[in-house]
């Protein structure tokens, strides 16, 4: 498995990184079986990079967001940030080290205390910058609140008050009150209506373009992926089947995976979407727990032939900044998947 | 108020049994252990306002004087059996491993003994008295606390908010203290008043064995007791200790109740007064059933639908002068954002509308059965209405996973479906079933059929939820956001599906969506819904190529193209602001204030909708000049 090699210093680099869970066993078999969320990724982000995340529920997406921050624990691999491997970092050093690595979640209703004011829940978080006289404290709250598009009117508001655009420039602001030079935006706007959403990625790009922070952008959506992203990888029950620059990966799409999901981004032309055919991909995702051998995605691939259960397939450079994981050359990559036989 | 009535008394009932009992020694009472066998029960008289007990002791006094002892031990017992709990509780639950072991575990320990063991323990080794009391007390309410503090805690952990605080890097003293504790503080108050009944009626259970309060001293617990013996010659006696527990517990509890609510700034909303319900069957309303006949291919044909929600502050048109029709084989999909109405169409079209708090205030749902008979849905009863679900409309939810009931199989499930709507052989019954879980290209039905819902993808369950929708063989399909909760691929072979079944059996389609992308591969006519209202309708290609309301156009921008290369300034195009309060409209166009191209006009009044073709029509008032 090759690192991918960097121009820019990179903010955040993982190797190898697994995750497992182990599922109960049944009543009677005290087994306990290993269910691989992650299994081994590696990518770097650089500093003021933005990278996108793609991939299905299940995929394993959120929990290498999570696990990069340590609120999950890795099982292995290396996390290195700044060049310090923070994978097995003490408690007090992973407190030190969450004020520069932030997470923004999906959910804008559960991830703020409901029982806290806005003022609160922003406040404690510029309190971990070291303690402020409370004006200079009320002021620096406010300050975030504005950069987020919201007015000193809301201070003293609980979040139920909020809607849910509302809550999630909220929670940029609490992310953005440590200053931090690493976000995690987990899925930030799948629960925000359409028109809604729009006002949020736009939010995002021009904080992330004024302050540089490297930011991993987690989403379903190759739209939004496209919109924000530099480089961008794809996922595939816990692996990455491939990555590129935005630009790469969208217009020369390899892995029959990616070429799959770019064709089924829906289309807000009638007559095209009507044209084309509509199911690429046969059945659903297997279980984590019980993964195919081989390629995970050969049961749902149209291309697969018996040597792609023989053995995992090597992650590999096919261009610059290009890496994806199927074995076949054989099969014209370079366009999304139009129609299967 | 009767809501405020409860709490006022409780309040000052538990206020002056408290000053009562603390100025008890100051008081000009008559002395609570002096007897006067004489007048050993006596009946109320100006001296003994409660009469005299079985040794001529004055009762009001000993009541009061009683509410010392009783009230300081279950008090000081709960709140220490509080405190101890809830920080076990806590850290049970926050932490994982082997501290939630040594914390939780000991508790079953002292759940595991007989009550009465652990205090005859303790008084082996402290004495009887009100300490020894308040100390078994304690102990003994510990685990209560505990229990309800972790559960709570096990929830609260999971939600964001405290991952949030984790990515903070508070430490994790201050997650439990600020994060956490106001969270579970609900709870764990009810259960302080639930504590404090049973100190107060544990403590003459206690007292009775000569474990507590040593007579003379009077406690309400000692008091009962002794009332007890002579009940059949002086009822009263027993009954005024009685009411002062009573009372004592009811005032606890509402006043517990009422800061639990105090402190959810949830909750501080003003409750729903079941008065102020509009009653489903109050409204007048139009027409009567069976309307006359139809002659072309119409399945439904909705007019002017209004629906009205009661809320505190008065009450929502959610849906507001909608009209819609569907005809066979069509597929209609109803598009807006969240509180645009949508959902409620398909809702009051099922007469599932909230009961009691919602109904159909005007308008008609003209549906057509087939031999061309028009029945105002609206007016048909709900008993008579059970006729239509299912065998004429059918619906399918977002979340596959509520309607099907977790601890029944699939084919269980589908034989209830089936079963609703014909009496068949039981035989008969499971070979539809599975007809109907093949039908949705379910592969391998014949294991499926045994298999619960969890054991199916959500791809499949979806399936499951569509087969069960269709066992009544409807005319028409209402899918309310089918494909949200699913992945793209399998999203794509749901659609796929109900295109299939929509070309076999000419069903007709209500599909209500928030995705354009979604409508854009499905729909032959397209409704878009803004605040309640219809503010755009057409065919899917006249909406999506030549759309003419300010609002739609703005929907269709806002989404991310891939095709789109964005140059050096990224940028999506939003509609600014954001979806009006229902409780607060905007007087004239509804989408006025978000518009770019709003003029004084538009806030004059409502616009109507206007017809742009045969086909399209369209709520603004500027849609000629913006063309």
């Not at chain 2, 409807?474 to 992945?487: F, K, N």
């Amino acid at each position: 498995m090759t690192t991918p090699v960097l121009k820019t210093t990179p903010v955040l680099e993982v190797e190898n990184l697994q995750k497992l869970y182990y599922s109960s066993g049944g009543l009677f078999s005290g087994k306990r079986k290993p269910v691989k969320a992650v299994d081994g990724v590696s990518f770097s982000i650089a500093r003021g990079e933005v990278l996108g995340l793609v991939g299905e529920s299940g995929s394993g997406k959120s929990t290498v967001g999570r696990t990069l921050l340590r609120l999950h624990e890795p099982t292995a691999g290396t996390i290195r940030f700044d060049g310090e491997d923070i994978t097995h970092a003490s408690g007090q050093r992973m407190r030190d080290l969450r004020r520069e690595m932030q997470i923004i979640f999906q959910d804008p209703f559960s991830s703020l205390n409901p029982r806290s004011r806005i003022m609160e829940i922003v406040g404690e978080a510029v309190d971990l910058r070291g303690a402020l006289p409370k004006d200079e404290r009320e002021a620096s709250v406010i300050r975030l609140l504005e950069q987020v598009g919201l007015s000193r009117d809301h201070l003293h508001r609980f979040p139920h008050e909020f809607s849910g655009g509302q809550r999630q420039r909220l929670n940029i602001a609490r992310a953005l009150a440590v200053r931090p030079r690493f976000v995690v935006a987990d899925e930030p706007v799948a629960a925000l209506d359409v028109s809604i959403q729009a006002q949020v990625m736009n939010l995002l790009v021009d904080l992330q373009r004024d302050t540089g922070i490297a930011l991993l952008f987690i989403s379903h959506d190759l739209g939004l992926v496209e919109f924000i992203a530099d480089k961008v990888m794809v996922m595939y029950l816990g692996r990455i089947v491939e990555m590129a620059s935005a630009r790469d990966l969208y217009s020369r799409p390899f892995h029959p995976y990616t070429r799959a999901l770019l064709s089924t981004t829906p289309s807000v032309d009638p007559r095209e979407a009507r044209a084309r055919k509509r199911t690429l991909l046969q059945g659903e995702p297997p279980s984590p727990a019980n993964p195919p051998s081989g390629c995970t995605f050969r049961t749902r691939c149209p291309f697969a032939i018996a040597a792609c259960a023989a053995e995992r397939p090597a992650y590999r450079q096919v261009g610059e900044g290009h890496y994806h994981s199927c074995i076949r050359d054989d099969i014209s990559g370079g366009e999304p998947l139009r129609a299967v036989a | 108020m009767l809501r405020n009535v409860t709490l006022v008394f409780a309040i000052g009932f538990l206020a002056a049994m408290v000053a009562l009992a603390v100025f008890a020694p100051l008081l000009p009472l008559p002395d609570p252990v002096k007897m006067d066998v004489i007048s050993r029960m006596a009946g109320p008289s100006w001296a003994h306002p409660f009469g005299q007990d079985e040794y001529g002791r004055d009762i009001f006094s000993r009541i009061i004087h009683g509410a010392r002892a009783s009230l300081a031990v279950s008090l000081t017992a709960a709140a220490l059996a509080g405190a101890a709990g809830v920080i076990v509780g806590l850290v049970g639950g926050y932490f994982q491993g082997w501290i939630e072991l040594a914390t939780m575990r000991p508790l079953d320990v002292i759940l595991s003994f007989p009550p009465m063991l652990l205090a005859l323990l303790a008084v082996a080794l402290l004495g009887p008295g009100a300490l020894t009391l308040t100390v078994i007390l304690s102990i003994l309410f510990i685990p209560a606390y505990a229990r309800v503090t972790y559960g709570e805690v096990l929830v609260v952990r999971n939600h964001e908010y405290v991952e949030a605080a984790r990515a903070l890097g508070h430490r994790p003293l201050r997650i439990l203290a600020r994060t956490i504790l106001p969270n579970v503080a609900g709870p764990v108050l009810v259960q302080f008043s639930l504590v404090v009944a049973s100190c107060i009626v544990l403590e003459s259970g206690l007292s009775f064995l000569g474990l507590g309060v040593v007579p003379p001293t009077p406690s309400w617990g000692l008091m009962i007791r002794g009332a007890r013996a002579y009940m059949h010659l002086d009822p009263m006696g027993i009954v005024w200790p009685c009411m002062a527990l009573v009372f004592t517990v009811f005032s606890v509890n509402r006043l517990c109740d009422h800061l639990r609510d105090v402190f959810d700034p949830k909750a501080r909303r003003v409750s729903f007064s079941p008065a102020s319900a509009i009653d489903e069957d109050d409204g007048a309303r139009g027409r009567e059933a069976a309307a006359g006949s139809a002659t072309d291919d119409m399945l439904l044909d909705i007019r002017n639908l209004t629906t009205e929600i009661a809320v505190p502050r008065g009450s929502i048109r959610a849906v507001d002068g909608v009209s819609l029709k569907v005809r066979r084989g069509e597929a209609v999909a109803l598009v807006g954002e969240s509180g645009s109405g949508k959902s409620m169409t398909g809702l009051a079209i099922m007469k599932l509308l909230p009961r009691r708090i919602s109904r159909i205030a005007r308008g008609s749902i003209d549906y057509v059965t087939a031999d061309r008979q028009r029945h105002d849905l609206a007016t048909v009863p709900l008993n008579r209405f059970r006729a239509y679900r299912g065998k004429e409309i059918g619906m399918v939810f977002q979340e596959p996973m509520a309607c099907l009931n977790p601890v029944y199989t699939i084919g269980y499930q589908l034989v209830e479906a089936v079963t609703a709507h014909a009496r068949l052989p039981k035989q008969e019954t499971w070979a539809r079933a599975l007809k109907a879980l093949k039908q949705v290209g379910i592969p391998d039905p014949e294991r499926r059929l045994h298999e619960y819902p969890h054991q199916l993808s959500g791809g499949m369950r979806q399936r499951v939820a569509i087969a069960i929708a269709l066992c009544g063989k409807p005319s028409l399909l209402i899918a309310d956001e089918p494909t949200t909760a699913l992945d793209v691929t399998v999203q794509a072979q749901i659609l796929d599906l109900l295109e299939q079944i929509r070309e076999a059996s000419r069903i007709g389609l209500i599909f209500i969506t928030h995705n354009l992308g979604v409508v854009a591969e499905i729909a032959d006519r397209v409704v878009v819904m803004y605040c309640g209202q219809v503010v755009e309708e057409g065919t899917a290609e006249e909406i999506f190529y030549t759309p003419r309301h300010p609002y739609t156009r703005g929907l269709l921008a806002s989404v991310p193209k891939v095709e789109d290369k964005t140059g050096g300034n990224k940028r999506l195009s939003s509609i600014p602001g954001a979806v009006p309060s229902p409780l607060a409209l905007p007087p004239g166009c509804r989408f006025a204030p978000r518009c770019a191209h709003a003029t004084d006009l538009c806030n004059a009044g409502v616009p109507a909708l206007e017809p742009v073709s045969d086909s399209q029509a369209a709520r603004c008032v500027r849609w000629r000049e913006l063309a």
